[in-house]
Each structure stands twice: as C-alpha cells, then as structure tokens.
C-alpha cells in the first residue's frame, strides 16, 4: 500500500489556525514525528503529505496545512497554498481548541459545506481545558461528526485514534473508496483489450508510466486480460491473433496509426481518453476541442500538466502539442505551460485549454479546474481529445463513448458537466461525538 498512486487514496486535509495541534495530531494518528512540532505559531509553512494505511478505511493521505490566521510576511502565499487544498481534500478535520471558536473555524465549515465535504471537527489539547457542554453543542451545529483528543505525547493514543477512525468511517458512505473502472466496463468477462504502448524517449527506463500500470490493472480487476504490445508490433501481433480483440488503447501519439491498422468493428480509443472519463468530464472535453478551429491569431492557450517530468525535446505537451495547435489552425498563438498543481488564477485571459490526463489528480482536483474553466467560459479540452481532433480521427477513438462524440458534434447544447463529487454522509448514519476525558 506503500506504492498506491497519491491520486488513488482518500485525500484527508487537516485545518484550523496556528499552533492548534494539527501536525500534533497527524504524528500522533500516523504514530511517528512526521511534521514538525513547535510552541512556536507557524510552524508548519507548507503543505506537509503523509500518505499511510488507515486501517480499516484503506490508503490515504493526509494534507497538513498552515494555520489560517497566519500573519507573517509570508502568510498570503501559504494561505494560498492551504485554500489550494480545499479543491482537493475529499474530507475536512477541523482542529480546535475548546473554548475558541472564529471566523477563521466558520470559514473553514463554510469551503467544505461549498464543496460538500464531510467535515470532522476535532477538539484538540483537551488535557489542557475540557470542553464545556454548550461549546459541544454549537459544534454538533456545525457538524454532526466531533471528537476529542490530545495529542500530546503520553496520551492514550490508541483510544483517540480508535474514536477519530471511527467517526471517520461514519462520515464516509457506503463505496466512498470505491475506484471507478478505467476500462472494465467496456470489456465483457474474459474479455481481451490490446495496450500499444511505445517504446521511445518519452517513455521511462525500465517501467511503465501510472496511467499504463493502472490501466493493467483495471482489466485484471474485472476479468478481462490485456495484451501490451509496442506501436511496431501492432500490426504483426493483431493479425495473429484468433479472434478480434475487444478494445484497443494506445498511446495519443501513436493514434494515427493506431485507426490505420485497427479494423472497422474493433473499438479503439487512448489512455488518454480513458483518463478524461475516470478523473474528470469527457463530455467536457469533446466540447471543449470543437474550440480548436476558433482560434485565430494572438490567442493564448494553457496546456497544463499535473505531473512534473523533465520535458525531453519532442515533448507531447510543450512541443508537439503547440507545433500541431499551430499548423492546424494557420495562426500565431501564445502557448503557455503550467505543471504540476500550479494553475493560473486569470483563466479568463484564454481561449482554449489543454489538460493532460490528470493521472496525478483526483478527480475531485480535476473536476475543480473544470468548473473553475467553466466559470471563466473557457473551454477545456485533454491531451487524448485534443491530439486525436487535430489528427481528424476524433469520431473513431470516441465510439466507445457514443456521448462525447454527440457533445463533440453540438457543443452548444446545455452543459451537463459531472458536478464535483460529494463525499456526502449517508442518510442511514447517525453523526456524534465522544470526548474522551484523560485519566
């Protein structure tokens, strides 16, 4: 569980002002100093990522973040990192003091209640002051899910882990860390899915990249098998083979020859593609390539990447990806860039964006800058979409998703984009507290 993707655990973020406990609490919950504790406010100026097993709710990982009252000189550039994070964590701990509730605490509930979130309020230091009765109350107000801890060293860990994992698994529903397929659904039993894979410089030494790796597995979990192939041996390999293959993937820079060699009946498509539809909004990203042919000279397009590799010099999002933007539309566009989490506050300024796959995501983060391009009425497109469109072989890799193709053909049609899923509490659970009092 060591090795499971960040983008495939539970992304839990901890909030609340300076010096409250929350990296306190992390070390205590992950059983070792994972951050680093002080008196001192401020402790904590970035982001600190623990991803562990919670048993028994799964892998996650845990998002510790500056305090929200942060006033030092650098304050506005942490607390923009920390609202980063509410776009990603799928639940919410509130950490507390008893006794001290504010703006700062309301503000919190609020961007989870706005992206409906389960948030976990946590009073910590409780071996400090006990909280009173009515304190109690107006938390339960706030949220139906409180607990009582202190995380200082020599407490009864074991009881306030168990009473925080507890509450926990009552705020998730049912199949909250359920993996939606990649492409099992498109296989029947025992069914066979062909990954063309190529073997270039792009490709890292020795391995797969992510999205190929889980994409394996998707198969193996609905019990179908994959046969993986380079773009080279496609065509020896296919033919050779006693019955047609149900699914054909490959690569988005080997999509041309991927229709060529693949006969009509066999359905085909990219990882890419794939990708869009498990991480964000394929329709989206149909309607969103229909923009390609309405750029005209001077536009700017993003082309933004989650992940951080060393661009190598034929580059598929810095190189390629512009060098056929460019020849398909006759015009001089500025391209710019963005890796990683980094994503621009002046959408608006844009014509087109180009998404990667967003392996590196959640879904909940790539949903998020899908509505973030939505409100700024810029249309957003990913890299499989795009690539296959400028090559003209759009309506061919989408016809296993019938839907994106009709959203490709009529993106003036009401926007029914997927809303950023909730990781709401279930109507059969009852919410609670405890606050276990230190011997």
């Given at each position: 569980?060591?090795?499971?993707?960040?983008?495939?655990?539970?992304?839990?973020?901890?909030?609340?002002?300076?010096?409250?406990?929350?990296?306190?609490?992390?070390?205590?919950?992950?059983?070792?100093?994972?951050?680093?504790?002080?008196?001192?406010?401020?402790?904590?100026?970035?982001?600190?990522?623990?991803?562990?097993?919670?048993?028994?709710?799964?892998?996650?990982?845990?998002?510790?973040?500056?305090?929200?009252?942060?006033?030092?000189?650098?304050?506005?550039?942490?607390?923009?990192?920390?609202?980063?994070?509410f776009d990603r964590a799928e639940v919410f701990i509130l950490l507390v003091e008893a006794g001290h509730w504010t703006d700062y605490e309301s503000a919190i509930i609020a961007a989870a209640r706005q992206r409906r979130c389960p948030c976990l309020i946590v009073v910590n230091k409780i071996d400090d002051r006990q909280p009173e009765a009515d304190f109690l109350q107006m938390l339960q107000a706030a949220s139906p899910f409180v607990c009582c801890v202190s995380s200082r060293p020599g407490s009864p860990r074991d009881r306030y882990v168990s009473a925080f994992k507890a509450l926990l698994i009552q705020a998730l529903p049912e199949?909250?860390?359920?993996?939606?397929?990649?492409?099992?659904?498109?296989?029947p039993p025992g069914g066979l899915a062909v990954l063309i894979v190529p073997i270039d410089p792009e490709a890292p030494?020795?391995?797969?990249?992510?999205?190929?790796?889980q994409t394996i597995r998707d198969a193996l979990d609905y019990e179908a098998a994959t046969l993986v192939v380079n773009e080279r041996q496609y065509r020896g390999l296919l033919n050779r083979l006693s019955r047609p293959p149900d699914l054909v993937v490959c690569d988005?820079?080997?999509?041309?020859?991927?229709?060529?060699?693949?006969?009509?009946?066999?359905?085909?498509?990219?990882?890419?593609?794939?990708?869009?539809?498990?991480?964000?909004?394929l329709c989206a990203a149909a309607r969103g390539a229909e923009a390609i042919d309405n750029l005209v000279d001077g536009d700017r397009v993003l082309v933004a990447e989650a992940c951080t590799h060393h661009p190598v010099e034929d580059d598929i999002g810095r190189v390629k990806i512009p060098r056929w933007l460019r020849e398909r539309t006759g015009c001089e566009l500025q391209i710019d860039t963005y890796s990683g989490r980094d994503y621009p506050d002046?959408?608006?300024?844009?014509?087109?964006?180009?998404?990667?796959?967003?392996?590196?995501?959640?879904?909940?983060?790539?949903?998020?800058?899908?509505?973030?391009?939505?409100?700024?009425?810029?249309?957003?497109?990913?890299?499989?979409?795009?690539?296959?469109?400028?090559?003209?072989?759009?309506q061919r890799v989408l016809e296993p998703f019938p839907e994106a193709w009709q959203a490709y053909e009529n993106p003036t049609q009401p926007n029914t984009m997927t809303s950023i899923p909730s990781i709401q509490t279930a109507t059969n659970r009852q919410g609670g507290f405890s606050c276990s009092v230190q011997p």
């Open positions: 569980m060591i090795l499971t993707p960040k983008s495939m655990r539970l992304q839990i973020g901890l909030f609340g002002r300076t010096n409250v406990g929350k990296s306190s609490f992390l070390n205590m919950v992950a059983g070792q100093d994972v951050a680093v504790t002080s008196p001192i406010p401020g402790t904590t100026t970035d982001v600190v990522e623990k991803a562990m097993e919670l048993l028994p709710v799964g892998p996650v990982m845990f998002l510790d973040t500056g305090g929200m009252d942060d006033d030092t000189r650098l304050a506005a550039e942490r607390l923009a990192r920390t609202r980063r994070v199949g909250a860390m359920a993996q939606p397929p990649i492409l099992g659904d498109l296989l030494k020795g391995r797969l990249i992510l999205p190929q790796v988005s820079q080997v999509v041309m020859q991927m229709v060529v060699e693949t006969p009509a009946g066999i359905p085909c498509t990219t990882f890419s593609i794939l990708f869009a539809r498990l991480k964000g909004d002046n959408l608006e300024d844009y014509r087109l964006i180009v998404h990667c796959g967003a392996c590196m995501l959640t879904r909940r983060e790539m949903l998020a800058r899908i509505q973030r391009a939505s409100a700024a009425g810029v249309p957003i497109t990913n890299y499989g979409v795009c690539v296959s469109a400028l090559h003209q072989v759009l």
